[in-house]
């Protein structure tokens, strides 16, 4: 089976600039997950989708960040302004099964660099 | 609230050494336990999971690990590493009653020649 897509794969903006990264989750998944990985750390939640309904965003810093899921498939997380300290690596997953003890597939992730 | 704790920020290796990667999670009901490994610029993949049965859990590559309930650990072992090991290595816990994985903050695992 065909794997999580994201684009772009590297990104760099000026702090104030606006970005969005793309996800296609693998087919038929229904559960969608972003996460932010700053270096040296391990990845945290930012927003979970089941279909195209939000289960979970209580991380995501709603003033500069957003994220839809319009069609219940692919996702888009928008982030504006960008500051400094939103360089990271933006991972996309996806669960096949509606059960919390099946594991996540990883997209490559998007490296997103503010200067 | 769950959490995870990986002890180790990094551990080098010697080829064909023995390997342990501790981790330690605290939750208030029952978890599920996950290793994941992420080699440079790609995605997290699956090691391994514990769902419930058998405490000693076998993944890919030659990994397994142990469910300590009491000691409430999920420690990661290899009994020989290759160089192709050397990577970062995230334990993860779901808890029931939603579907949020949390990591810990990983374990660089670098095996030298």
């Known amino acids: 089976e065909a794997g999580v897509a994201q684009s772009p794969r590297y990104k760099i903006i000026e702090k104030r600039q606006s970005v969005a990264f793309w996800c296609n989750p693998i087919s038929g998944h229904a559960t969608l997950y972003w996460y932010q990985q700053i270096l040296g750390q391990g990845p945290k939640l930012l927003i979970q989708?089941?279909?195209?309904?939000?289960?979970?965003d209580s991380q995501l810093p709603k003033d500069r960040f957003s994220a839809e899921r319009l069609k219940g498939v692919d996702s888009t997380l928008k982030i504006q302004p960008a500051k400094l300290e939103d360089s990271a690596v933006y991972l996309c997953?996806?669960?096949?099964?509606?059960?919390?003890?099946?594991?996540?597939?990883f997209g490559n992730g998007t490296r997103l660099t503010v200067t | 609230a769950q959490s995870v704790t990986q002890l180790d920020s990094q551990v080098p290796v010697f080829e064909e050494a023995p390997v342990e990667l501790r981790c330690n999670y605290s939750s208030s009901v029952s978890v599920y336990l996950f290793w994941y490994v992420q080699y440079p610029n790609q995605g997290l993949q699956l090691l391994l999971k514990?769902?419930?049965?058998?405490?000693l859990v076998k993944g890919i590559n030659g990994f397994e690990a142990e469910f300590n309930k009491s000691q409430t650990s999920f420690h990661l072992r290899k009994p020989s590493v290759h160089i192709s090991d050397t990577a970062e290595y995230f334990c993860?816990?779901?808890?029931?009653?939603?579907?949020?994985?949390?990591f810990g903050a990983g374990t660089r695992l670098f095996v030298k020649a």
């Open positions: 514990y769902l419930s049965g058998s405490t």
């Open positions: 997953a996806s669960r096949g099964e509606a059960l919390y003890n099946s594991p996540l597939h």
């Open positions: 993860a816990v779901s808890e029931g009653g939603g579907f949020k994985t949390i």
């Open positions: 989708f089941q279909n195209n309904g939000v289960v979970d």
